[in-house]
């Protein structure tokens, strides 16, 4: 099977202008998005000290309770806090993608291309319309992941209570050590992590902060796109800035955004568009067919057997493609785990 390969790519001006916008995405979003995982950061600090707290001393049901509810506040002020930022975070990241796109229409019309104007009372909505679906989508996950932890937190502080001092009257410990048993259990089985549908543990922090990033960044690629149709612009294309992973593939790649076009695929073939994954940092800007080089319409086209293939599909291409660039990001991926479970043993302690 012939290996579906992009070449490099001829305008370098473009290319330096599409990653000089990405960066500037990724600054304006990154200080945002540190705060929020402070946040969380911080809760989950809060919630191992209340689970020392309950160890330190034999559990009674009435300490339990109280432990348990200390807990609980500890948790439904973190869902208030990350609703709040929310509602003031994605809103902007969709408004920079919206500007993004006035960027890039401003350039074609610069370029004497005929854009047409936009109809301000049926787009308002619109716009409201989608920023509203992605903070609802957010607050969903975000609930999930907190609801997840509430319910396992209910459940050991009363179980580990009555099972340790059970064990230990049965096993004729000392109280010492029934104390230890539960303090090592509280915090192992009550510590504040998610666990996703692929039995992964994240801890909450690194959750959040990956949450944050990809929605806002799918925020933007909304207000990016809503944009572009907004003038009539029936065509888009991926960012490229030597991509270090499967994102390759897409970089330069033309898709269409509205309707249907002979040449080139709807977005739903490429993962609905930017992001496409957690860290992704491709971006959309418009393409007009009129304005572009048979070299750039050739490059926009995307190798049919990559269309409707899932990330971890075309990430197994891309390791049998590139293994040794593959090799240097499962390193960067590597350590970055290690880092984080390293991290959350010392948290731990
Ligand atoms: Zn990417």
Same mark, same amino acid.
């Given at each position: 099977?012939r290996r579906p390969r992009r070449p490099r790519r001829p305008h370098s001006m473009k290319a330096a202008l599409d990653a000089r916008r990405a960066e500037?995405?990724? =600054?304006?979003?990154?200080? $945002?998005?540190?705060?929020?995982?402070?946040?969380?950061?911080?809760?989950?600090?809060?919630?191992? &000290?209340?689970?020392?707290?309950?160890?330190?001393? !034999?559990? *009674?049901?009435? @300490?339990?309770?109280?432990?348990?509810?200390?807990?609980? %506040?500890? #948790?439904? /002020?973190?869902?208030? $806090?990350?609703?709040?930022?929310?509602?003031?975070?994605?809103?902007?990241?969709?408004?920079?993608?919206?500007?993004?796109?006035?960027?890039s229409?401003?350039d074609?019309?610069?370029a004497?291309?005929?854009? @047409?104007?936009? &109809?301000?009372?049926?787009?308002?909505?619109?716009?409201?319309?989608?920023?509203?679906?992605?903070?609802?989508?957010?607050? =969903?996950? *975000?609930?999930?992941?907190?609801?997840?932890?509430?319910?396992?937190?209910?459940?050991?502080?009363?179980?580990?209570?009555?099972?340790?001092?059970?064990?230990?009257?049965?096993?004729?410990?000392?109280?010492?050590?029934? %104390?230890?048993?539960?303090?090592?259990?509280?915090?192992?089985?009550?510590?504040?992590?998610?666990?996703?549908?692929?039995?992964?543990?994240?801890?909450?922090?690194?959750?959040?902060?990956?949450?944050?990033?990809?929605?806002?960044?799918?925020?933007? %690629? &909304?207000? *990016?796109? /809503?944009?572009?149709? $907004?003038?009539? #612009?029936?065509l888009a294309q991926v960012s490229a800035h030597g991509a270090a992973d499967f994102c390759v593939y897409y970089e330069n790649v033309v898709v269409?955004?509205?309707?249907?076009? !002979?040449v080139y695929p709807?977005?739903?073939?490429i993962?609905?568009g930017p !992001?496409f994954? !957690?860290?992704c940092v491709h971006v959309l800007t418009p393409f007009v067919e009129?304005l572009a080089t048979d070299e750039e319409k050739a490059a926009g086209k995307i190798e049919p057997?990559l269309l409707?293939?899932?990330?971890?599909?075309l990430?197994?291409q891309f390791?049998?493609d590139f293994?040794?660039r593959?090799?240097?990001?499962?390193?960067?991926?590597?350590?970055?785990?290690?880092?984080?479970?390293?991290?959350?043993? @010392?948290?731990?302690?």
């Amino acid at each position: 099977m012939r290996r579906p390969r992009r070449p490099r790519r001829p305008h370098s001006m473009k290319a330096a202008l599409d990653a000089r916008r990405a960066e500037q995405f990724r =600054r304006a979003f990154e200080g $945002e998005i540190a705060s929020l995982r402070g946040l969380y950061r911080k809760a989950s600090s809060d919630m191992m &000290q209340v689970l020392a707290d309950a160890a330190a001393t !034999p559990l *009674t049901r009435a @300490r339990s309770i109280s432990h348990l509810r200390q807990y609980n %506040t500890i #948790l439904a /002020n973190l869902g208030d $806090e990350a609703a709040a930022w929310m509602q003031l975070n994605l809103p902007e990241s969709y408004k920079a993608g919206v500007a993004f796109s006035d960027g890039s229409i401003g350039d074609l019309r610069r370029a004497g291309i005929n854009v @047409r104007r936009r &109809q301000r009372d049926v787009f308002t909505q619109v716009h409201r319309e989608a920023v509203a679906a992605i903070v609802q989508e957010m607050q =969903r996950t *975000t609930d999930f992941a907190l609801a997840q932890i509430g319910r396992r937190s209910k459940g050991v502080f009363r179980r580990v209570g009555i099972e340790e001092v059970a064990k230990g009257i049965a096993e004729g410990k000392t109280r010492v050590e029934v %104390t230890r048993g539960i303090k090592e259990r509280l915090l192992a089985e009550g510590k504040p992590v998610f666990k996703d549908r692929l039995g992964r543990e994240w801890d909450l922090d690194r959750y959040s902060e990956m949450v944050a990033r990809t929605t806002s960044r799918e925020a933007a %690629t &909304q207000g *990016t796109m /809503n944009r572009l149709r $907004e003038h009539g #612009l029936q065509l888009a294309q991926v960012s490229a800035h030597g991509a270090a992973d499967f994102c390759v593939y897409y970089e330069n790649v033309v898709v269409c955004i509205e309707g249907e076009h !002979p040449v080139y695929p709807p977005i739903s073939a490429i993962n609905g568009g930017p !992001p496409f994954h !957690p860290n992704c940092v491709h971006v959309l800007t418009p393409f007009v067919e009129n304005l572009a080089t048979d070299e750039e319409k050739a490059a926009g086209k995307i190798e049919p057997e990559l269309l409707d293939k899932s990330p971890a599909q075309l990430q197994r291409q891309f390791r049998k493609d590139f293994p040794e660039r593959a090799r240097a990001e499962g390193k960067r991926v590597r350590q970055e785990a290690a880092l984080i479970s390293g991290r959350a043993k @010392r948290r731990a302690q």
